[in-house]
């Protein structure tokens, strides 16, 4: 079997631990004599992996008890879709922040239902190039809640310090979740899509402070209201079983290894590694984001050309390292070191980019 370093942005790599795990009980899950994703959502076989699933992102994160956890489907798009709806009632209006390419598709789908409002865009130059300071917001008194996105995949920018705000703060965690531990007390809302952070596409884990659940508007149907999965331990509908066992997997390896404090030093040494060959070489490779703005999780840089980028890219995939090829919408590379990514693999690149370097 030969795995490839793959630095996907999205569905992204997993360890390989969970899958090996999902492997080995693919065709008989602890004796049942039948796989996870043939059992019945209300049997204790499933039962007891959604409940695991939730305990563990409980643990993991240190959620209060004010605050619910959920687990639902239709990836973060829905999201975009779903916060509106539940919590931008008529009259009243919503703040966003604006830092990137998610956070303008979130703010498109609350245009559609209400009437939003922009506490600031970055990018409105043209570049998102970093993170607002406090003082840069223009946040409303009057706001349901302020929305922003913690960690801009495409841009490769990332929240450091989350904003203050007086109204509910809504976060789409979707390419940063666990990276590190949270308060999760000052969120009124977190979601995330699994397929970068935490496991396969279209689950997505929300975590909902109680108080705003309570604000819920009327009229929403029954599906898109957050408290109707609430009231249902996210078994209202069929989930998304085979993807909450692979959740599962992949927490219960996390919590192994030493909790999210272990994941953050780790996602940490690897942020550093690479952002150091990248600045000790500054005019060959260039990262477009301010210092204090960058993800550490999306590490996106430059070449002098658009041409020595594409014989970087072929030349790397030559070594089996995958996947870094930047967004099409900006170009460039973007090498995604979510938490499965292996230390050893940015130590693999690191040594690429060397000698690509010494041979021009
Ligand atoms: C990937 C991503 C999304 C989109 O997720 P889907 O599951 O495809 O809807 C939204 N927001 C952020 C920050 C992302 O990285």
């Excluded at 809302?189 to 705003?212: E, F, H, M, R, T």
């Excluded at 919590?255 to 060959?284: C, H, M, P, T």
């Excluded at 995604?336 to 690149?349: D, M, P």
């Amino acid at each position: 079997m030969a795995r490839v370093i793959n630095f996907n942005a999205g569905p992204a790599a997993l360890p390989l631990a969970a899958l090996e795990r999902a492997q080995a009980e693919l065709l008989d899950l602890g004796g049942t004599g039948m796989s996870v994703i043939e059992h019945s959502h209300r049997g204790k076989a499933y039962e007891a992996v959604h409940q695991q699933a939730l305990g563990l992102v409980r643990e993991l994160l240190a959620v209060p008890d004010s605050h619910e956890v959920l687990l639902l489907q239709g990836g973060a798009s829905l999201q975009f879709a779903m916060v509106p709806m539940n919590f931008l009632p008529e009259g009243q209006s919503a703040d966003y922040i604006i830092t990137g390419s998610w956070s303008k598709k979130a703010l498109g789908e609350a245009k559609l239902v209400g009437k939003p409002r922009v506490a600031c865009d970055v990018g409105s130059g043209g570049k998102y190039t970093r993170i607002p300071t406090q003082a840069e917001l223009d946040l409303s008194s009057e706001a349901a809640y302020v929305h922003i996105t913690s960690n801009n995949t495409i841009a490769g920018s990332q929240w450091q310090r989350f904003p203050e705000t007086s109204a509910p703060l809504i976060a789409d965690m979707s390419s940063d979740v666990m990276w590190r531990p949270i308060d999760v007390s000052k969120f009124g809302l977190i979601y995330a899509g699994a397929q970068k952070n935490l496991g396969p596409s279209g689950l997505v884990l929300v975590i909902i402070d109680k108080a705003l659940l309570a604000k819920e508007r009327e009229g929403t149907p029954a599906i898109l209201r957050y408290s109707t999965h609430a009231e249902n331990g996210s078994l209202y509908n069929t989930p998304p079983t085979f993807s909450i066992y692979l959740l599962r997997n992949v927490l219960e390896l996390m919590k192994e290894q030493g909790g999210l404090a272990k994941v953050e030093q780790k996602n940490r040494a690897k942020s550093a590694l690479l952002y150091s060959i990248i600045d000790q070489d500054a005019d060959f490779y260039r990262c477009p984001v301010e210092q204090e703005s960058r993800s550490h999780m999306n590490v996106v840089f430059n070449l002098p050309t658009p041409e020595l980028e594409a014989e970087f890219i072929k030349a790397a995939g030559e070594r089996s390292i995958v996947g870094i090829k930047g967004h099409r919408s900006v170009g460039g590379v973007r090498v995604s070191i979510y938490n499965a990514a292996e230390l050893a693999w940015v130590e693999a690149l690191v040594s690429f980019m060397a000698d690509f370097r010494k041979g021009k």
